[in-house]
Each structure stands twice: as structure tokens, then as C-alpha cells.
């Protein structure tokens, strides 16, 4: 499976975590495309676990299957841990004020949102869902002091589709946390990617019954409250990509949620998606490897377009004060005068002491490497045809003509391709 990336002269044909010695034991050898990472699995009640394994018919590989027997010794501990938790906390968590509407990060994926959400997180009076909370939401409150310090070692220092770092600490897509609380989303697809997309309606409700609906909110209230505890009423700023095709819903749920939207050049936007996938897709497959030439690049491609469809016939239902819109390009240029505009636009204050942070976060980041991709004429082609309404009003038109017309490059491999140094697998998609 291409994954468009275009792989530096001095890199090609050195051995990496993703182009591996051949193996001697072909029938045991996990794809793990980006590097090893815990199943996300290890997060889920019992019963949740088992329906996930019925959905994929228990399909399991070989290969897979140490790993997840591991889950049997682990995951039956969160229904207990869950059980103490809700003694302790949930009268606290129905209880807690939501006085402070939280802010939303939401774009299509690799759109530049995971750095909107870390400059978000280093302001002192904001919070924001963490790694540890989003994998182990049933029992966070109880657990979050200890069980990371024991547990540190299972996750990478770098995602797979670049070299941001990650940890239980990070800031995390709330996504995850629904995922292991057993409700609809389309990253159940990570399971058992060999059957293709699954639950692809959760993205926008389109299609998924009324009470399947109030079902997904209830949770993800449940799910919001606790967090507002555990974080002392801050205001929480939640970065899912997927939330731009939920406008309608997060508005009735949040009337006065503030909503910070991201574009950017979807021929850079597409091929990154692509290669996101594919890591998260090899690594927490509970088959492997995960088989995803007959239909990664359709279903990426239709992802987008119904996400930014959905998000088009939503958006007058928040204020003009409410919804920053701005694109990626734009924001990159100074990330820190685009956040003062954010914070004036949205009336969040407080960007005084915000400020600082921001700036050390980013000096810290200044050697961050954007990776580059080249895909086939045709597919580029496709991806400005059925993506024109959102490249015409974002304003890319201009680029992508010139991308079009200009001379193809010659085709580099597509199998095997070495990563860039210190590029592992990990969760965070934005």
C-alpha cells in the first residue's frame, strides 16, 4: 500500500522501524508501520471488548494473537477499577458546574489541529483530555496518579505520521475515550481493518438511529463531566477532527461552545491522512498485517468529503463570535499573533499569561519536520475534483492548478519506504 511519502536521498534504502530485516518467521511477524504501540483496547470494559471481537468475527491472525491474549489479564480490571471510581466520584461528577463552555479544536485530520490543541494546553487556565484519560476513561479519576508512572514505558516518544512527541500526559482526542466507553466511532476501524471501514456513520450521525444518537451524547457527557472534574473547572478545550461533522449535536449539547476550525491544502492534507492511517491500521489491527490497498484511498477521500459537507451545512448554527475559521498556511506563519486572534475573536482571556508558554512551546518544536509527498497525477486529479466546493472556499484554488500543471516528478517506490528518524507509532490523528 503507497503511502505518498517522499523519502530523502540520504534515507532510501536504509534499514528503519518500518523497512525491517526479512523476517525468519513470516507467519509470526506483526506489520507494525511506524513502530510498536499498545493496543488501544486495554482500555475497555469486558463486555465491550467482546463485542469488538464480534464484530470482527474473531478474525484474529496468528501473529496477533499473544497480544491479545495479553488484553484478557489486563481488561478485566476496568469494570472493577470503574465500579470503585463511580462510588467515589460520580455523585461529584453529576454534581459539577458546566459553567465554562469548552472550546473546540475540529478540522479534518492533518490539518495542523494537534498543534492548535498544544498551544491551547500550555495556557494555565485552560485544561484539556490527556492520553491517560482518553485510553482509561473509566476510571481516570481514580487512577491517573499512579497507574501512568507504571505504565509510561508502553507508549512511543514520537506518532507515526511525524515527529511529535506523545505521552500519557499529552494532550489526546477525546475520540478515543467514546471509543473505549464502547460507542460508535469510525476509528473501530483500527480493530479489524481487513473488513474495511466500519461505523463510518458515527462521524456525522447521518444514518445512525435517534436513540443510537442520545446514547453516543449521553456518553460523551458522562465522559465531559468527569474530565471537568478531574481538572478543577477549567475550561476544557477538546480537539477531535471528526466533531466538524458533529456541529449540530456538540451545539445542543454546548449552546455557547466556542469552535476553532482548521483548513489546509487538501493534495498536502490527503497523502499525510493516508499515512496516518496506514500506522494505525498496521499497529492495532488484531490482524495483521492489515490489507488495505482495495480501499484506504477511496475511503480517505470520502471521509473528507463528507466531513466537510457536514460541517458546510452546519455551520450557521454557531455565532459569528463563536467559529474562527482560518487555514493552516496562514496560521503557521505566526502561530502566536493567530492565537491572540483567536482568543480576541472567541472572548477567552487571559492570553497574557498564555503568551510565554506559547513561545517556549514553539522554540521547543523549531526543528519539528514536515514530511513531503508526491502522489500520481490521476489521484490528484480525483481529490480537486471531489473536494472543489471546499478548496474554491478555503481559497486554494490557485495552488492546486499549479500543482496539476505542473511537470510530474518520476515516481519513486511505493513498497517497503524507510520512515524519517524517529517517526514511531502513536494515537493522537490531528
Known sequence: MPDYEVVPDEEAGKITRRRQAKPRLPTLTIERYGGRLIYFWFGMRFGDLMK?????????????????????????????????????????AEAVKLDRPPVFVIGHWRTGTTLLHDLFSVDPNLAYPTTYECFFPHHFLLTEGTLPKVMKGLLPKKRPQDDVPVGFD????????????????????????????????????????????KKWADAYMWLFRRL????????????????????????ELFPDARFVYLARNPLNVFPSTVKLWRALYSVQGLHNPPNLDPWLDDYVLDMFARLTEAYEEDRHLIPDDRLVELRYEDFVKDPVASMRDIYRRLGLGGFESAEAPMRDFLTERSEHQVSSYEMPLPLKRKIVERLKPYIDRFGYREKVEKVLAAKPKPAAPTTNRPSRPGTRASAQCG
Open 228 to 251: 471537568v472534574l478531574k481538572h478543577g473547572g477549567k475550561r476544557l478545550v477538546m480537539k477531535t477532527p471528526a466533531n466538524a461533522a458533529r456541529l449540530k449535536l456538540l451545539h
Open 170 to 213: 499529552r494532550p489526546q482526542e477525546e475520540e478515543f475515550g467514546m471509543m473505549m466507553l464502547g460507542q460508535g466511532t469510525p476509528y473501530i476501524t483500527c480493530a479489524w481493518p481487513r473488513l474495511g471501514p466500519a461505523m463510518s456513520d458515527y462521524l456525522d450521525f447521518k444514518g445512525v438511529p435517534e436513540a443510537g444518537r
Open 52 to 92: 469488538l471481537f464480534k464484530r470482527g468475527r474473531f478474525s484474529f491472525t496468528l501473529n496477533c494473537i499473544p497480544d491479545t491474549l495479553l488484553l484478557f489479564v489486563w481488561v478485566p480490571w476496568n469494570s472493577m477499577l470503574y465500579w470503585i471510581s463511580e462510588a467515589k466520584y460520580k455523585k461529584r
